[in-house]
């Protein structure tokens, strides 16, 4: 009995040593586990976008094997921005976001939910690396900070219609507000059922619509004015009325449509269009007779007479990333460090042009031979290029839906419709926008 006491008290302890040596053996590999940083990516609800990011994020991981970064879509229903903001409040926020504009971020730096990149240590570096002091420069927050580091930026230009125009014996593109009027005349003597610009969008007052018709032509007019600079109206009087005098003229000359028309710029209703590099894909497969430089062309927006054509600005349809508050001083850390290997290559920046056809935001897409070839292969994308450094993001203001929205019901809208003089347009839709400001 003893004997088997004995014998069991050995195994037992046998047991126990081999339990302890386990368990000694896997300390290890749970402290590797806990040195591992894992950075939360939230990327645009995208498919090219979306592989774009897994692609990199994987390349990363195999050099840096410290760090492990999910890649997953923001969810969008009822939409991105309310995806994130419940995030936030549910403190499960992704260590970083992109698909943000200057708005939106607005919305969450005052609810202390992003970190000024600037603070973070290697920021300097990202912008340095990429070549992107030019395009970041309008993206500074009224209060000093960069919250949002652009990944692309998307000049808005507008399309004309030059084989419709040639027909009208209009053979050089207008540049300034006279030159378009004359262009509206000589197009209707031709062609009474065409229109310069037919848009049903240029009558309603939805928010996100005036970045592609009344912001376009005020950049071009104001020399890139803010006209909201924080949580102050800065509006440049003179330009803001003479871009809805222009759009009044327009009107009268009978120049503008907004009923409701299948493609009226594909179809030729219309021969003025703002266009962005996304339309050419789409192009490709319904409309493959709209070829650059044969049906149709590429401008910055036209200016007021008196004003230099070759100064003129435009919308940056564009939008960045983005790291949150609520990620730890490591995550941080490990984001910032990835961003900056992201863009110390420009062959990152060239994969991302050839996959999303969306221009990265830095200032030598054209002087730089790592584009070249995407160039030369979409030569439609080239005046995109050129005007990056000349592009304007949305304004900084939490309140910009309702800010824009009022550009639109005070002014914009009504002038298309001409139901009031452009100077009284103006006066009330400042009057709207400084009110709503001091709420």
């Known amino acids: 009995m003893k004997k088997m006491v004995s014998t069991l008290l050995v195994t037992v302890m046998a047991s126990s040593m081999l339990a302890a040596c386990a368990k ?3 300390k290890p590999n749970n402290d590797n586990a806990a040195n591992v940083t894992t950075i939360e990516f939230w990327a645009a609800p995208n498919p090219t976008q979306q592989a774009y990011w897994k692609e990199i994020a994987a390349e990363y991981t195999k050099e840096n094997p410290t760090v492990k970064i999910n890649v997953s879509p923001i969810k969008e229903s009822p939409s991105s921005e309310a995806s994130i903001q419940a995030a936030i409040a549910g403190k499960s926020a992704p260590t970083i976001s992109e698909n943000i504009n200057r708005g939106f971020a607005a919305q969450l730096a005052n609810s202390k939910a992003l970190v000024p990149l600037e603070s973070l240590p290697g920021f300097e570096d990202i912008v ?6 030019a395009t970041l420069e309008p993206w500074k ?3 000093g900070h960069q919250y949002v580091l652009p990944i692309y ?6 399309g004309w219609r030059i084989d419709i125009l040639k027909e009208a014996g209009i053979d050089t593109l207008p540049k300034t507000y006279s030159e378009m009027i004359d262009v509206a005349k000589k197009l209707k003597a ?3 059922d065409k229109f310069v610009w037919a848009k049903p969008d240029l009558a309603d007052p939805t928010f996100w619509k005036r970045w592609f018709d009344f912001y376009m032509l005020y950049d071009a007019a104001s020399n890139g004015n803010k006209l909201v600079d924080g949580s102050k109206f800065v509006g440049d009087d003179k330009a803001g009325i003479e871009v809805l005098t222009f759009v009044d003229n327009l009107r009268k000359e009978k ?4 009923q409701t028309v299948t493609d009226p710029f594909e179809n030729g209703v219309g021969v003025f269009t703002d266009l962005g590099p996304w339309t050419f894909s789409m192009w490709a497969e319904k409309y493959p007779n709209m070829k650059i430089d044969e049906t149709f062309a590429l401008t910055m927006p036209p200016v007021p007479d008196g004003a230099d054509p070759a100064a003129s600005k435009t919308f940056a349809d564009t939008k960045g990333l983005v790291i949150f508050a609520q990620a730890t001083e490591a995550e941080q850390k490990a984001a910032v460090e990835f961003i900056k290997w992201v863009y110390s290559d420009t062959k ?3 994969k991302w042009f050839e996959q999303t056809k969306l221009p990265p935001a830095r200032d030598d897409l054209t002087s730089n031979d790592s584009f070249k070839s995407i160039l030369e292969a979409n030569p439609e994308l080239k005046p995109y290029a050129e005007n990056v450094p000349n592009a304007i993001p ?9 800010l824009q929205t009022m550009i639109g019901q005070e002014a914009f809208n009504k002038v298309v419709r001409g139901e009031i003089e452009p100077s009284e347009a103006w006066a009330n839709m400042k009057k709207a926008i400084e009110g709503a400001l001091q709420k």
């Open 394 to 402: 949305p304004m900084d203001n939490a309140k910009y839906v309702d």
């Open 24 to 26: 000694s053996s896997d």
């Open 141 to 143: 927050f009224a209060d």
């Open 128 to 133: 340095k690396n990429r070549n992107m002091s």
């Open 190 to 192: 031709k062609y009474p």
């Open 255 to 258: 120049g503008i449509l907004t």
């Open 348 to 350: 990152n920046d060239a």
């Open 153 to 158: 930026s998307n000049p808005m230009l507008f």
